[in-house]
């Protein structure tokens, strides 16, 4: 196999010896290659797309990091100041193409891995496009939070004549400008789209909200909120439940009159269920100023229109739908017993399911200290353990 991101990589000092295969060229994928390479283990990144950090590329142009610059960096190379602090899309790629190539990570892209197996040698067997079968001592699944477009199953969906479709196909506001819009979703993609729509020119904007969220300011007087994350993860939920709600009262006001009231389950509580707060890029100002309307949830379409919960039908010219993603791991490694009831690895990081030694996930959650932080500690932990209990199979490199 070429490989046709980076340079040539050292070849194993011991041919017969297996690789640790990275299934996903995003950052977490690259960054495990750097933590395994950083020990003299060979790691081989398996990526289905032409480059690495596809779903980078894809994301909507307005998008910058919540996360700080600093605390954003995988290991082993700090990202450039000239980035600023809240890092853009277009540099988010370009640092993933810079860490590759800084830190010569053998990366084979073109590649798509159907199915992980345990090998009957020991190790294990992946499946992939081009009729592949690759052995490798050590599997580290790294395909994505937002694999696969979730798009709820609403009845009625395929009357509607209006434009549809998910956030994951949403680039920028120019072809809604004079359009009235409806964005199902208060995540943050739903909330950042809808200021994206406001300013680009939409002539009206509702945002669509199933559960109230948390909503929290990106900074405040210079302290960012991923800070206060690092510092509350580890501590009681209860406890931060309780100390977040009079800092809540303090800096963001009661959008109640305008559909958002502020919710009843504690910030903690609610981000350990997997939805972490709202980061605020505009959408206090917006909603505010009844620039962007809050309207119930989505129960589904009727007569070409929107159906909302509370009885209320819409006719907007479109929908964008802010409905998350799935993991999509059920073809890959579903056989394995290794994904919960919600198809989400059982264990992160360092630790590998019962009964499946060697095989390993990263960039599974979403946690309220920020993604790209988590997935450089979890990258040292997988590449730890992979030392430690695969190492005498592990392919290593000279020197």
Not at 146 to 165: C, I
Not at 367 to 379: H, K, N, Q, T, V
Request: hydrophobic letters at 40%.
């Amino acid at each position: 196999m070429a490989d046709s991101t980076a340079s040539a990589a050292p070849q194993p000092a011991h041919p017969a010896d297996r690789p640790v295969y990275v299934i996903g060229a995003g950052p977490g994928g690259l960054a495990v290659a750097q933590a395994l390479r950083a020990r003299g283990l060979r790691a081989v990144v398996l990526e289905r797309a032409g480059h690495v950090g596809d779903s980078w590329r894809r994301h909507y142009d307005r998008l910058r990091l919540h996360t700080t610059r600093r605390l954003s960096a995988l290991p082993g190379l700090a990202m450039p100041r000239r980035f600023g602090r809240w890092v853009s899309r277009d540099d988010v790629v370009r640092y993933l193409e810079k860490y590759v190539e800084y830190h010569q990570l053998e990366i084979v892209t073109g590649v798509e891995v159907f199915r992980v197996e345990r090998a009957s040698g020991g190790g294990w067997l992946l499946h992939a496009s081009g009729g592949r079968e690759l052995t490798g001592s050590a599997v580290v699944v790294a395909t994505g939070y937002n694999h696969t477009p979730r798009v709820p199953d609403w009845p009625g969906r395929a009357a509607y004549a209006g434009e549809f479709r998910h956030a994951a196909e949403y680039r920028d506001a120019a072809p809604y400008a004079g359009r009235d819009v409806l964005v199902v979703g208060v995540g943050n993609t739903g909330a950042e789209i809808a200021v994206d729509l406001v300013e680009g020119g939409a002539s009206r904007v509702r945002l669509s909200v199933r559960t109230v969220p948390h909503i929290v300011r990106r900074s405040t007087a210079g302290w960012p909120a991923q800070y206060n994350g690092v510092l509350i993860r580890r501590l009681p939920a209860r406890l931060v439940d309780r100390m977040a709600r009079p800092l809540a009262r303090i800096s963001v006001p009661d959008l109640s009159a305008r559909g958002l009231p502020r919710p009843d389950t504690g910030l903690l509580t609610r981000a350990a269920e997997g939805a972490v707060p709202v980061q605020d890029v505009g959408l206090i100002d917006a909603v505010r100023s009844g620039r962007v309307e809050v309207v119930a949830a989505v129960d589904g379409f009727e007569d070409g229109k929107v159906l909302l919960a509370d009885g209320t039908r819409l006719a907007p010219d479109a929908v964008i739908a802010a409905t998350g993603y799935l993991r999509g791991l059920e073809g890959l490694v579903g056989h394995l017993d290794v994904l919960d009831d919600r198809g989400r690895p059982v264990v992160r990081g360092g630790s590998a399911p019962a009964g499946a030694p060697g095989l390993y996930f990263t960039g599974f959650t979403n946690p309220i200290s920020g993604m790209l932080r988590e997935l450089s500690l979890d990258a040292g932990r997988i590449a730890k353990a992979v030392a430690k209990h695969e190492g005498t199979a592990v392919s290593r490199l000279p020197g």
